[in-house]
């Protein structure tokens, strides 16, 4: 679950990390209140799920295809930042008024950047924060370092820059440590890190508190990713965050269910927003026209695959998981159906500790509880094999069996292609 900005950067200053005053505003008179608030000098920040904003473009609804294709096309179009010619959505402003006015801009439009795909993304708020004289940008991210089992904390002196594009042209300007999980981040931590992004002195106490603000808030929030692009040190020698993301584990918002209330639904893609509420686990949406139910995480990539090798595409990842309930089935069935590309649906089901009957029966009870308009291709094996191809058997149901996935495969691939 990815968190907005002004949501990360009150939670990084919970932990003691140092950032720019600053609150959030849904409209351009809440905007300059708050900005007379802060003295006037303000940034104004376009708050969406993704980054890139400064080099992005506001536009309305319907050109936003364009936009990202200019943007995506010719690096030009994608490069300068927040001030002069080229604005987009973070604008400084000098007074309550230019915030007023950048706030009225910003709202309401949609925001393309090389990170929202050409659909952009609407924006229903902004972030009004005390501008900072910055003297140099910094990049300091934490994420789980899977091959390490480990909390990595990954730095940079190239700030401001997508941290993708400074490993493709620098890598060296990367700097990365790994944390031991049962000791924690210890003091020595911050001073390598310090020493090597060229800190001294009290910048690099400043940084190594600072680092230890994102650490605590990566462990204490189930984190799955703490960035701050750019970290910067202001003119006036302060080491603070001027930017903040965050992104909780999906799998821990059990347990975190004061951060569950900060969810944006509405900036998530509505089939996946409904799998969860359907209670349909790792469910992500794809651009394919065939629908897939499937057991266990790695068949599901498998399915894909052999979709993919016989000419076709799949229109979702779906890993149903140990199904002991038909109903998650119809659930599944609802979910992809809901998505108007899908012309065919594979069931790819090994059963272990599934049982294939419940499968059949959800497929059963889904024809009874949803209208089915597109040919579903069965390939089931294992558990209770026997009782399933009864069921389906007494059920009359015209769906197309096959014995092995790539035979499933090629005939859901054939059957999406006569629907289309
Ligand atoms: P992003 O483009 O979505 O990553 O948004 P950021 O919050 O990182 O803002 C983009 C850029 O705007 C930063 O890299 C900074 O260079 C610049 N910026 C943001 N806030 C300020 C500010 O208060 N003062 C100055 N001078 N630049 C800022
Ligand atoms: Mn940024």
Redesign the pocket.
């Known amino acids: 679950m990815k968190l907005h900005?002004y949501q990360a950067r009150d939670l990084i200053a919970k932990y003691g990390v140092a950032v720019?005053g600053g609150r959030v505003a849904s409209t351009p008179a809440e905007a300059r209140a708050i900005a007379e608030e802060l003295g006037g000098r303000v940034?104004v920040?376009a708050q969406i799920h993704?980054?890139?904003?400064?080099?992005?473009r506001l536009v309305e609804a319907g050109e936003t295809a364009a936009m990202f294709e200019k943007l995506t096309t010719d690096p030009a179009n994608n490069s300068g930042?927040?001030k002069g010619e080229r604005v987009?959505?973070?604008r400084?402003a000098d007074t309550a008024e230019e915030a007023e006015q950048a706030a009225a801009a910003i709202l309401g439009k949609h925001l393309v950047?090389i990170q929202t795909g050409p659909e952009g993304k609407l924006v229903k708020n902004v972030l009004v924060?005390?501008?900072?004289?910055?003297a140099k940008?910094y990049y300091v991210a934490i994420i789980i370092d899977g091959a390490e089992a480990a909390p990595l904390i990954m730095a940079s002196t190239e700030?401001?820059q997508e941290i993708e594009v400074v490993a493709a042209n620098n890598p060296d300007a990367i700097v990365k440590m790994p944390v031991d999980a049962a000791t924690g981040f210890e003091p020595y931590i911050g001073r390598t890190l310090a020493a090597r992004l060229g800190f001294t002195g009290d910048q690099a106490n400043q940084f190594s508190k600072l680092l230890e603000g994102l650490y605590d808030t990566f462990v204490a929030t189930d984190a799955s990713l703490v960035e701050v692009?750019?970290l910067v040190v202001t003119t006036d020698g302060r080491v603070i965050a001027?930017?903040a993301k965050v992104t909780i584990d999906d799998n821990a918002l059990f347990r975190q269910k004061e951060l569950e209330a900060l969810r944006d639904k509405d900036e998530e893609d509505p089939l996946e927003v409904l799998a969860q509420d359907l209670g349909v686990a790792n469910f992500i949406k794809l651009e394919g026209n065939i629908g897939c139910v499937v057991n266990g995480a790695g068949l599901a990539m498998a399915t894909m695959d052999t979709i993919k090798l016989a000419g076709g595409d799949p229109a979702n990842f779906l890993d149903i998981g140990t199904v002991n309930d038909p109903q998650r089935v119809v659930n599944a069935l609802k979910v992809i159906l809901e998505d108007p590309s899908v012309k065919a649906i594979l069931v790819n089901i090994f059963g272990g500790m599934a049982r294939v009957d419940i499968i059949a029966q959800g497929v059963i009870d889904a024809h009874k509880q949803i209208k089915i308009d597109v040919p579903i291709v069965m390939r089931l094996v294992g558990t209770n094999l026997a009782e399933g191809e009864q069921l389906l058997e007494e059920s009359g149901l015209p769906v197309v069996r096959a014995k092995e996935l790539g035979e499933a495969a090629a005939k859901a691939v054939e059957a999406a292609g006569k629907a289309a």
């Open positions: 900005e720019p940034v920040k993704a980054g890139g904003r400064g080099k992005g930042q927040v987009g959505g973070v400084l950047s924060a005390e501008q900072t004289d910055v940008e700030g401001g692009n750019p001027l930017d």
